[in-house]
Every structure is written in C-alpha cells, then in structure tokens.
C-alpha cells in the first residue's frame, strides 16, 4: 500500500510531467486571459445594445443582444463547448499546428476557446450593464448639454465611470473564469486540467507500478487542485487589496448633499 | 406641460425665470437645449431651427448649461471636467484649452483646485467649477437650471456671486431658473413668471417686483418676499 503512495508521488519528481503540467497552466492562463479581454469587447457591446437601442430602428438588435444573454446565462458551458466542437467552423489561421500543438489540438482549443468566450461575454455584459446604471442620468444630460453625440458620450463619459464601478465584479469573474475553463477538459485540450487527466490516463507508465491507483488520483488531482487554488488566491488577494484601496478614497471624499 | 409659451431672449440679455415648483420653468429651459424634446413648437437659435438631426451640433456651437445637481464628470479631475469638450468637441489644442481652463477657474476663484477630483469639493465649489465648465465652451448662451437649489445655505452665496459677476461682466446671454428673488432683482434685465406650464407675466425686476397688476404674481411675491 505505501508503495502505491510512494509511485504515485515519485511522478512528481519527473521534471517532464511539470513541465506538461505547468504548460497546461500557461495556457489554462492564457485561455482565461483572453476568454476575458474578449468578453469585454464583446460583453460591452452587448451591454450597450441591450441597454440602449430603444428605437424602433434598432430595436431588433435590441432583442437579439437580450436574446443572448439570457440564452448564454440560462445554459451550462459544457453545452457550449460540447456544440461548439461538432458546429464552430476554425479559420486556416489556427488550423495548423502552432506554440507546440498539433492541427488537431490547436482547432479543438480554437473551438474550445470560442464556447468560453462565448459564455464569458453573455456573463459581463451583465456585470457591464451593472455598471451602466449605475451612472446617473445627470452624466447623460451633462454630456448632452455640451454637444458630445451617443458614441461620445459612451466612450469619454459613461463606459469609464461604467467599468471604474464593477472593476471589482470583473476582477472575480477572472477567477471564474479559470475555474471555468476546466471544462474544456471534456474535450481533450491542452488546458491544465485535461493535461492533469492525460496524465492520470497513463499514469501506469510513469508511477512503475504498472497499474493506475487510487493514490494516482489523489496526488494528480491534488496537484491540479494545489495549482488552481494558488492562482485564485492570489487573483482574490489583489482583488480585495484594490477593494480595500477604493473604499479607502471613496471615504476620503466629502459626502455630497444630493 | 408647457402650454403656449412664447418667449424671445436677446442676445446678452440676461432672463430670469421664476415661478412655483412644476410650473414647467425647467422644462422651458431644458427644451433651448434638447434636453427635453418639444412635442410641439419650434426652438429656433440664431434663426436656425433646433431639430433632431441638427440639435446636436446647434447645441454644441450655442448653448451650455449649468445644472441643480452640478453633474460634473467625477472619473475626470477638475481641469479635465474643463478641457474635455473643448478638446474632443471643438477641436481646441489641449494647451489652448488648459489655458482657457486656468483662466476660467479664476474667474470663478478655483485656480487651486484644478487637479483635484469634484467629488472632493464641497456643493458651492462644485457648482463654480460647472459653471466655469460653461465657460470653456464659449458658447453666446448659458442656461442655468436652478443652480443653487441643491446647495447649503452657506453656499449659495459664493455660487450667486460668480453670476453676479458674470452677468454684469459679460456678454452671454443668461437664461435662469431661480428662486433667489434678491439675485433676481440684481442681474435680470427681464423676469418671467410661470405657472401651469404658461408665462402669466413678463417685465423688467421694477415692473415685476413693483408695479405688477397680477394677483397671482402679488401673492407669489407676498409669500416669498415676507421673510
């Protein structure tokens, strides 16, 4: 029995699986990265559009960016990737192989990638719209009595006052967000999470055992588990650090009599 | 709300526009710029026709306002709350415009304050900076929605004065709603009194505070005059 402990934690020793492993964060890192820079482009459009577009001419966008939303918000991920595997076609950019992929693992990522970025921007166009109104509607008459038009007076006055308010809202959903992106472990991509199940898969070979043991899962997961939460931890320190820095000059401020 | 109001302002003239509360003087002053847009009538700046398609930009080039609750821009600094239209709107270099900005500031005596954020003022010294934000733009017309309805008593003094100053120094054209009769009586060179949504009389401050014939307006100023 100890021996089984032993092999199992022996794999940790081999510099080649950390090194698959840590890779498996890098993009893990990367994939939340840009699933979230992403999914503020496109979550503020939808924001604005949902909040917005209340002509009649505009209005059709207007029920296809709520339509969105909800669908995206009301549906789990894994649905999206699972769909977005067999029906999200993959531009030749991607299809080839590239930072050490196959063409098959770069177009499963591509796929993969879209879904989160996908369901990502349905979720901050929510905190967006948040933040949207939270800005009172004296912002939008100031700016109006000086001349700036609708695309103006979004881009100098409401959306910086819009995304100062949920910086902290937004700042959580990184973390979400790497949470989330283990579910592309369901369809054997390169993240953390489905290198720490390649790994399990074959671990018979590695631990010199010969067989796959229940401590194999307990050390791998463990693993994955320790890495993720290193991450996190440290993302929600910043992030209550900031919290703590702006309620420090939010109370500084004299309070204004409305 | 506004029934039948019919009203012609100089240029330079400096109009007041009193009246109790809901008797439509803010929605008179938030349709000369757009704010609120007239079901019916015409809005006509410098002989031109405000409209939908063309209010943007008649605003821009001939009205500023300055509003009750300040509505300064609290994500920029006070020089940036001034720069930024001139800069973005009329295309004024950002030297120019900084320069515009100092000179405003002094007028309204802020000069100290230009890098500091409006949330960190007090009412009065906010409601100057708006005021100065108004006139960064250069624009012929201010309109001024009871500025000093949302202030502490002791600051509206320091907000009163600057108008004071502006309306006897300059040749804008000032169209406020008010209820400081004394300011009133100061620098108006014509009062309206509105009330329903209609203009029931319009005169000079001596006609209007001493010589009106309308019982309503009698019984307004015996209220509002008493104390």
């Known amino acids: 029995m100890m021996g089984e402990w032993e092999a199992s934690f022996g794999m940790l020793q081999s510099s080649a699986i950390w090194l698959y492993i840590l890779k498996g964060t890098l993009f893990t890192v990367i994939i939340s990265a840009i699933a979230v820079i992403l999914g503020v482009v496109f979550g503020s459009i939808l924001a604005l559009v949902r909040n917005y577009c209340h002509s009649p001419k505009y209005r059709i966008f207007r029920w296809a960016a709520i339509t969105y939303i909800e669908v995206f918000r009301n549906t789990p991920l894994l649905l999206w990737i699972f769909i977005c595997v067999v029906f999200c076609p993959v531009p030749d950019l991607f299809a080839h192989r590239m930072f050490g992929l196959t063409t098959v693992e770069t177009t499963l990522l591509f796929k993969a990638c879209i879904a989160l970025i996908l369901f990502t921007s349905s979720v901050i166009a929510e905190i967006v719209r948040g933040g949207l109104n939270s800005v009172p509607a004296g912002q939008f008459e100031a700016a109006a009595s000086q001349g700036f038009n609708t695309v103006q007076t979004m881009v100098y006055i409401i959306l910086p006052q819009a995304y100062r308010n949920v910086v902290p809202t937004l700042l959580s959903q990184i973390i979400t967000t790497i949470k989330d992106s283990s579910y592309l472990a369901n369809v054997a991509t390169i993240e953390l999470m489905s290198r720490v199940r390649q790994i399990l898969s074959t671990a018979n070979i590695y631990n010199g055992t010969g067989n796959i043991n229940v401590s194999d899962v307990f050390v791998l997961y463990g693993c994955a588990a320790a890495i993720y939460f290193i991450i996190n931890f440290a993302l929600s320190l910043i992030v209550r650090r900031i919290n703590a820095q702006r309620k420090k000059a939010a109370s500084t401020y004299r309070i204004v009599k409305a | ?227």
């Open chain 2, 1 to 227: 709300m506004l029934k039948d109001v019919n009203l012609h302002v100089k240029e330079g003239e400096k109009m007041v526009i009193v009246g109790p509360s809901g008797s439509g003087k803010s929605t008179t002053v938030r349709c000369m710029n757009y704010l609120e847009v007239p079901t019916s009538g015409k809005v006509i700046i410098d002989g031109e026709e405000m409209t939908v398609r063309n209010h943007t930009k008649l605003v821009r080039r001939t009205t500023s306002m300055v509003f009750q609750q300040f509505n300064l821009y609290p994500h920029l600094d006070v020089m940036h709350n001034l720069t930024l239209a001139p800069v973005k709107l009329h295309g004024v270099s950002v030297k120019e415009a900084e320069e515009t900005a100092r000179h405003y500031l002094e007028v309204v005596g802020l000069s100290d304050k230009a890098h500091v954020y409006p949330t960190t003022l007090s009412g009065g010294q906010q409601q100057r900076i708006a005021i100065a934000r108004a006139l960064c733009a250069k624009t012929k017309i201010i309109l001024f929605d009871e500025p000093t309805s949302a202030l502490d008593p002791e600051t509206i003094q320091e907000v009163l004065d600057v108008m004071v100053k502006l309306a006897e120094e300059s040749n804008i054209t000032m169209v406020i709603v008010t209820h400081e009769m004394g300011f009133a009586r100061q620098v108006a060179d014509r009062i309206v009194f509105m009330e329903d949504g209609m203009i029931i009389e319009e005169g000079t401050p001596d006609h209007f505070f001493n010589h009106t014939e309308n019982e309503r307006v009698k019984k307004f100023l015996g209220k509002i005059l008493r104390h």
